[in-house]
């Protein structure tokens, strides 16, 4: 449960959040979404305790936020593999740095490589893929360390149609498997019909709006016009500079 409570957020003069309030229930999603430099990376930063507030506070699981968490898992918008690890190496190493025997680990990756469809490319580099393979193995690395927290920082956004459509159905599957607490941030309107039960919509440093989403996880979504009409009514609220 995640609980935020009047944040306040400055850069010096830049206002980039001010009065945030926001509750999201223990394993469901939530999707916030906004137009660009209304200050959805600094919610998330904020939520993943990697940036302090100048005022109001977040409570995770009814304590209060003061530090990086161990059980949160971050996925950033520009994937941050590192270049000179293969993509095994890129998923293990930071289980290896946990308290988890060799052994242990090993199975873990290898699962969770087979599960995202990139066991093939185990040996390759991140050079040698392509965005959608390396946002899956963003996401393998951090599911790797079985969060109960999940933020992404516009998963799909540097994808193309198609590449995008598969990575949100692998994020939601993956969420219909082990439900955790999945927050996203994006600009998509579609992406954050398809992966937010809650959707929470931004101003400029503030939330303007918070819908329920009623299609969120049924089947062939994209399929269904009702998808398409909700996406109308989120986009009402939005601003056209999106
Ligand atoms: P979004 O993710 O919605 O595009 P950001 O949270 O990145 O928005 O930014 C919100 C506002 O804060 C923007 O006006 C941006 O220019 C400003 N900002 C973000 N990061 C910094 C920073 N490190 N220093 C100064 N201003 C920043
Ligand atoms: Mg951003």
Redesign the pocket.
Known sequence: MIEIKDLHISYGEEVALQNVNLHIEKNTTCAIIGPSGCG??TLLYAMAGLIKSNKGEIFINNQKLINVRKNTGVIL?DYGLLPWKTVWDNVSFTLLARDISKHNARNKVENILKDLGIYEYKNKYPGELSGGQKQRVAIARTLALEPDLLLM??PSSALDAMTKEHIQNIILNIYQQKPTTLIT?THNIEEAVFLGQKIVIMGKAEIIHIMDNPYFGKENLRENIDFYRFCLEVRKWISEDI
Do not use: A, L, V
């Open positions: 959805k990376t918008q920082d516009e941030i």
